[in-house]
């Protein structure tokens, strides 16, 4: 049954839960610092019919039904709306869906790219993953669409950040012709994007519907507020899809047991330990982040 009843190892807030919590703009996608195109719709070019699309002025059977889905979705059955009539949201919400999958901005998103993947099929979304993923074919699903959208939100990176990214000037540097390249020499490699995504589920969900989070590392948005957002992305409280089915001694099983959410605050990138000074954290994170988009 919906709740926003407090659970000590709820990652998100009592007030995200309810919907009542204060959200980005949903043209920026969690970034107070950039453009406001929607980047993800043009990147699933050419457009299928399955695709979100921008319906500009919002036709108000649109509305009404979304207003009506949000009611009858709502605190921790929440996210159920998106998968139950996903044509109702428009793409600054809802980036692509099919017969078997809904792809979305978070809400209130934890990084400056943060996305959530929706499985459809009722059985496994409500349970679990790590019930649902106990089924290998679900879990190979799985994979499958996680992969498509890793790889939107890689190329959403490099949109974003490419510029800054000494990896990527040296590789466009070459194809633009501004470097001599030797023939039949490997071009610069660039940046893997996708590789620095974290990909994956929580131990302990705060929502009811099953749900895959895959995002940029840099934890810089608005959203992080509390230690346990930071911590829920940067402990094994974020287990990673690749790593299932989990063993029946996996401690990842007993997330309250390990205290992730509790453990001191460590920076991604240098290791720095703040111990519970989460502001001085975010400070960090922020000079973290412009020296990450250097790379």
């Known amino acids: ?36 195109r929607n980047a993800f719709t043009e990147l699933m070019s050419p457009k299928t019919k399955t695709t979100a699309k921008d319906p500009g002025p919002e036709p108000k059977t649109l509305a009404s039904t979304r207003g009506a889905l949000t009611r009858s979705f709502k605190e921790r059955d929440g996210l159920g709306a998106y998968t139950h009539d996903p044509a109702s949201f428009p793409a600054s919400r809802v980036i692509y869906y099919s017969d078997d999958f809904v792809a979305i901005h978070d809400l209130y998103p934890k990084s400056t790219v943060h996305a959530l993947l929706l499985p459809r ?12 993923f106990e089924d290998p074919a679900f879990l190979a699903t799985v994979r499958a669409e996680t992969a498509k959208l890793r790889r939107l939100v890689g190329k959403e990176l490099q949109r974003r950040y490419g510029r800054h990214s000494a990896r990527e000037r040296e590789r466009e540097a070459v194809l633009d012709g501004e470097m001599e390249w030797e023939e039949g020499r490997a071009l610069p490699p660039g940046r893997d994007w ?15 519907d099953l749900h895959i989070h895959v995002l940029s590392p840099d934890m810089i948005s ?32 007993h997330p309250g047991r390990a205290g992730y959410n509790s453990r001191d605050l460590v920076c991604w990138r240098c290791g720095e330990n703040f111990g519970n000074r989460f502001k001085q954290l975010k400070e960090h994170l922020a000079e973290e982040f412009e020296e990450w988009k250097k790379e």
Not at 121 to 132: I, K, L, Y
């Open 1 to 36: 049954m919906a709740s926003t009843d407090s659970d000590p190892e709820d990652a998100i807030t009592k007030e995200e839960i309810a919907g009542t919590a204060p959200a980005p703009d949903p043209g920026t996608a969690g970034i107070s610092q950039g453009t406001k």
């Open 194 to 208: 996708e590789r620095e995504l974290l990909v994956g589920v929580h131990a302990h969900p705060s929502m009811n």
């Open 121 to 132: 099929s009722p059985a496994p979304s409500r349970q679990h993953p790590f019930d649902a």
């Open 222 to 253: 608005d959203c992080m507020r509390h230690r346990k957002h930071y911590n829920s992305f940067n402990t094994p409280f974020l287990v990673d899809v690749a790593d299932f089915p989990l063993a029946a001694d996996d401690p990842r099983r």
